[in-house]
């Protein structure tokens, strides 16, 4: 515990400064609260809990309902929910924690390492045989299977060795088209057997659940009191009804993870550390890098609507399944990772906003209520109120010297003055006397301006700027070459709309 403790030390102290204002989320709770209060009431959920992370910790948590009808114990953040889908995210880190120590390669055939797959018969003859990417990202050609596949999770291994054996039907070629795959990822929970030489179970438990100081996260639920979890029911016919609590089994890696809201939230610190890429020491049980890895979608982009009661009215989201998290481009969030699990007694969402170093996360112990509508609501609350701020990049000093060189051009108006700068296509795309035509114009329109403003980093090597001059404003932007002086490639200068 004490060496859990320190590790998460480590990770919070090597947290870049995150975008995002403490005070405004802590007055934006009220509203928060509320939208989950009347998921709870609306869904006829009997218990429910949800967190939000920022700044590497849990900003905010709170219990509604009941974990249990008999007994009425309220749920707390220390009460143990079943996430479901949520765990494929666990499971695509455990492999690529394995790739990190070249145990394997997301482009290895599956059936290397679960040999049963090698007789099987795909849909047609030109069909590529399915790789460890291609199960990562549903994209294998194995059916949709979602009722049938969270009622799997006890499963035995024997059976499912036998399952495999037999060989399956096939949706679609692999490599073909997402669809979404329980089956899928419970090879994957295979793999990591085969390749770590544990259980599934184990390797996770021991790889990222202990050090990152998850004392009440595990797979088998009936290894933690009654008293704690969090029983899953149905609603059918105007009634509740219990589920029936499933063991861990070959199907745990697909969706059998029990965890708490104050363990879950470690999980989520963790993930949100990998953001931005620095020259920080690497204090997690997986590399930065790696970890950035869940964000990267496959190349079945497609456009859907946000969730919660901003979607129809919201520009339309760019979206794609990366590896156990769904990655999407939002015109108000950013860049976003976010997945869902619906499971028999259970369900849950979480969505992450690496820009702003925020996460939001909701368990309910009711069968396929996931929280996906007041998560992102949420979101859109802190987004309104200020609370997130965009984070800024710091300004190279290659960046730095091709914009001071910027600003000499526009006062001596020749580019001329920084010769030894220009990339070598610069003055091949404007030649020397376009470039004084169009300076002078310029300064006959706004005349002097102030070229110490700040420059805005979008990477390494390019950015933007607002010059305040005598008559008016000048935006511009700067791209560097890729070359070993970083010379400049691109210069845009216009005149700036009031």
């Given at each position: 515990m004490?060496l859990?403790a320190?590790?998460l030390l480590m990770?919070a102290a090597?947290?870049p400064?995150y975008a995002?204002?403490a005070q405004k989320?802590?007055?934006a709770i009220?509203a928060?609260?509320?939208?989950f209060?009347?998921?709870?009431?609306?869904?006829?959920a009997?218990?429910l809990?949800?967190?939000i992370?920022?700044?590497g910790r849990?900003?905010?948590v709170k219990?509604l309902?009941?974990?249990?009808?008999v007994?009425?114990?309220?749920?707390?953040?220390?009460?143990?929910f079943r996430?479901a889908?949520?765990?494929?995210a666990?499971?695509a880190l455990s492999?690529?924690?394995l790739?990190?120590?070249?145990?394997?390669?997301?482009d290895?055939?599956a059936e290397?390492?679960?040999p049963?797959m090698?007789?099987?018969?795909y849909p047609?003859?030109?069909?590529p045989?399915?790789?460890?990417?291609d199960?990562?990202t549903?994209?294998?050609g194995?059916?949709?299977?979602?009722?049938?596949?969270?009622?799997q999770?006890?499963?035995p291994?024997?059976?499912?060795?036998h399952?495999?054996?037999?060989?399956?039907p096939?949706?679609?070629?692999?490599?073909?088209?997402y669809e979404y795959s329980n089956f899928?990822f419970?090879?994957?929970?295979r793999?990591?057997a085969?390749?770590?030489g544990?259980p599934?179970?184990r390797?996770v438990?021991?790889t990222?659940?202990?050090?990152?100081?998850?004392?009440s996260?595990?797979?088998e639920v009936?290894?933690w009191?009654?008293d704690?979890?969090?029983?899953?029911?149905?609603?059918e016919?105007?009634r509740w009804k219990?589920e029936?609590?499933?063991?861990?089994?070959?199907?745990?890696a697909m969706?059998?993870?029990q965890?708490s809201a104050?363990d879950?939230?470690?999980?989520?610190?963790?993930?949100?550390s990998a953001?931005?890429?620095?020259?920080d020491p690497?204090?997690?049980?997986v590399?930065?890098?790696?970890?950035?890895?869940?964000?990267e979608?496959?190349n079945?982009?497609?456009?859907?609507q946000?969730?919660?009661v901003s979607g129809?009215?919201?520009?339309?989201?760019a979206?794609a399944?990366g590896f156990?998290m769904?990655?999407?481009q939002d015109?108000?969030?950013?860049?976003?990772?976010?997945?869902?699990?619906?499971?028999?007694?259970?369900g849950?969402h979480?969505?992450?906003?690496?820009?702003?170093?925020v996460g939001?996360?909701?368990?309910?112990?009711?069968?396929?209520?996931g929280?996906?509508g007041?998560?992102?609501?949420?979101?859109?609350?802190?987004q309104k109120?200020g609370?997130?701020?965009e984070r800024?990049?710091a300004?190279?000093?290659?960046?730095?010297?091709g914009y001071?060189a910027a600003g000499?051009?526009?006062?001596?108006?020749?580019?001329g003055?920084?010769?030894?700068?220009?990339?070598?296509?610069?003055?091949?795309d404007?030649?020397m006397?376009?470039w004084?035509?169009?300076l002078a114009a310029?300064k006959?329109?706004?005349g002097a301006?102030?070229?110490?403003a700040?420059i805005k980093a979008?990477?390494n090597?390019?950015?933007?700027?607002t010059?305040a001059c005598e008559?008016g404003?000048?935006a511009g932007?700067?791209?560097?070459a890729p070359?070993?002086?970083?010379q400049?490639?691109?210069?845009k200068?216009a005149?700036?709309?009031?």
């Amino acid at each position: 515990m004490r060496l859990a403790a320190c590790l998460l030390l480590m990770i919070a102290a090597a947290h870049p400064a995150y975008a995002a204002d403490a005070q405004k989320i802590a007055q934006a709770i009220p509203a928060i609260d509320r939208l989950f209060a009347d998921f709870q009431v609306d869904s006829h959920a009997p218990g429910l809990v949800y967190g939000i992370v920022a700044d590497g910790r849990l900003v905010h948590v709170k219990g509604l309902g009941v974990q249990d009808l008999v007994h009425k114990r309220p749920v707390t953040p220390d009460s143990l929910f079943r996430i479901a889908s949520m765990t494929k995210a666990f499971t695509a880190l455990s492999i690529l924690k394995l790739r990190e120590e070249g145990k394997l390669s997301l482009d290895d055939l599956a059936e290397t390492y679960v040999p049963e797959m090698r007789g099987w018969t795909y849909p047609t003859k030109d069909s590529p045989r399915i790789r460890i990417r291609d199960l990562l990202t549903h994209s294998a050609g194995l059916v949709d299977d979602n009722p049938w596949g969270d009622r799997q999770t006890p499963l035995p291994e024997a059976d499912f060795t036998h399952m495999l054996q037999q060989g399956v039907p096939f949706s679609s070629a692999p490599g073909s088209h997402y669809e979404y795959s329980n089956f899928g990822f419970a090879l994957l929970g295979r793999i990591v057997a085969a390749v770590s030489g544990q259980p599934y179970r184990r390797y996770v438990e021991q790889t990222l659940l202990t050090p990152l100081g998850m004392t009440s996260s595990g797979y088998e639920v009936g290894e933690w009191p009654l008293d704690r979890r969090a029983i899953g029911y149905r609603w059918e016919e105007g009634r509740w009804k219990a589920e029936p609590t499933m063991r861990d089994g070959a199907f745990g890696a697909m969706g059998g993870l029990q965890t708490s809201a104050n363990d879950y939230a470690r999980w989520l610190a963790f993930l949100l550390s990998a953001w931005p890429a620095r020259d920080d020491p690497d204090a997690g049980p997986v590399p930065r890098a790696a970890v950035r890895m869940l964000a990267e979608g496959s190349n079945f982009v497609t456009v859907a609507q946000r969730n919660g009661v901003s979607g129809p009215s919201a520009c339309r989201q760019a979206t794609a399944y990366g590896f156990g998290m769904r990655v999407a481009q939002d015109c108000d969030l950013g860049l976003t990772l976010a997945h869902g699990g619906g499971y028999p007694g259970y369900g849950s969402h979480v969505m992450l906003m690496p820009d702003h170093g925020v996460g939001i996360f909701v368990f309910t112990n009711r069968t396929y209520t996931g929280g996906a509508g007041p998560a992102w609501d949420a979101a859109m609350v802190l987004q309104k109120a200020g609370a997130l701020v965009e984070r800024v990049l710091a300004v190279s000093p290659l960046l730095a010297d091709g914009y001071a060189a910027a600003g000499r051009i526009y006062a001596a108006g020749d580019v001329g003055v920084s010769r030894d700068r220009l990339a070598m296509n610069f003055l091949m795309d404007n030649d020397m006397d376009s470039w004084r035509k169009k300076l002078a114009a310029l300064k006959d329109e706004v005349g002097a301006c102030r070229i110490d403003a700040p420059i805005k980093a979008s990477g390494n090597l390019s950015g933007s700027f607002t010059w305040a001059c005598e008559k008016g404003r000048v935006a511009g932007s700067i791209l560097l070459a890729p070359t070993r002086g970083a010379q400049i490639q691109e210069l845009k200068l216009a005149v700036k709309a009031p």
